[in-house]
């Protein structure tokens, strides 16, 4: 296959290939430290920094404890001590200070900081969270990185949080949440935009192509509900359905069938958090 082949776009999904989502293509993660490896380094220094603060504190209290108590002859040496502390402090402050010079927004447009999440994610058994042209990928979201922000979005939601260890256990706490599974409302959503495209009329197989252009159809809305986000609601969808039937509100039940487009290789190829490949073309409601 090539490489247009597993990067093919939804509106290119009648042509007889296979879109892949969920394929991660090698990169170079280049030179330097990594964020993760300079925000230990960060941390190591700013508990220095902890130490100076707790012996000032302490040293405060006792200057505080003298003068309350009126301890005249101790004072003066206890207000000296308390200065050489505060400028331990300030000192300590100023070497962390100094000592970041990490070039986030380069890292982040790099593309080194979704390879260091990708490859964190796997070596601590956060399985299929993969780079979708440069997004995160990992049920049940979609990670995006602003570099101008210096933040990241799952699933529309800002996160400032951008440690590489942090988001990995977020993306843990995300894919083992109860609330992943609740599908009710993009249920409804599809089953909308299915009846729009049928005139109303259900048990017709409709191409996952042709919702999407109607999920997206007010202006600039393809940029805030990416493809990728649309074929991760079908994985969802498709993977409750696995559990048990899913019906509407109007008791239409949804099912995906397979369908001789997606036999002959025209589909999207959606590749799961445990490495499944599978195949999506078509959507169908069907009053029970």
């Known amino acids: 296959m090539t490489a247009e082949a597993e990067r093919l776009p939804l509106e290119m999904a009648d042509e007889p290939a296979v879109a892949e989502v969920g394929a991660r293509q090698p990169r170079e993660l280049g030179e330097g430290p990594s964020l993760e490896e300079a925000l230990v380094e960060l941390d190591r220094s700013l508990g220095v920094t902890l130490k100076a603060q707790a012996a000032a504190q302490r040293q405060l209290k006792r200057t505080l404890d003298a003068a309350r108590q009126g301890r005249l002859r101790e004072l003066p040496a206890a207000l000296d001590a308390l200065v050489e502390h505060a400028r331990t402090l300030t000192q300590a402050a100023l070497n962390v200070r100094t000592s970041w010079s990490f070039d986030v927004p380069a890292y982040l447009e790099s593309g080194r900081y979704l390879a260091e999440v990708v490859e964190l994610a ?20 979609v990670v995006k990185v602003k570099p101008r922000e210096l933040a990241v979005e799952l699933s529309r939601k800002q996160e400032r949080g951008m ?28 089953e909308r935009a299915y009846l729009l495209l049928t005139h109303g009329q259900d048990g017709r197989a409709v191409r996952l192509r042709e919702l999407y252009n109607v999920l997206v159809l007010r202006p600039g ?25 899913l019906r509407t509100r109007a008791g239409r039940e949804l099912s995906f069938p397979a369908s001789t487009g997606a036999k002959a290789g025209q589909g999207i190829r959606l590749v799961t958090e445990t490495g499944e490949e599978r195949t999506y073309h078509s959507i169908r409601f069907d009053s029970r």
Do not use: H
């Open 221 to 245: 809305q393809s940029r805030e509900y990416s493809q990728t986000e649309f074929m991760l609601d079908v994985y969802r969808l498709d993977r409750a359905a696995g559990q048990e039937p």
């Open 163 to 190: 440690r590489p260890s942090w988001l990995v256990g977020r993306l843990r706490k995300l894919r083992e949440s109860k609330s992943s599974n609740n599908v009710s409302a993009l249920l409804e959503a599809f």
């Open 122 to 141: 796997e070596r601590t058994g956060l399985l299929g969270v993969r780079e979708i042209d440069g997004q995160l990928y990992s049920f049940p979201v």
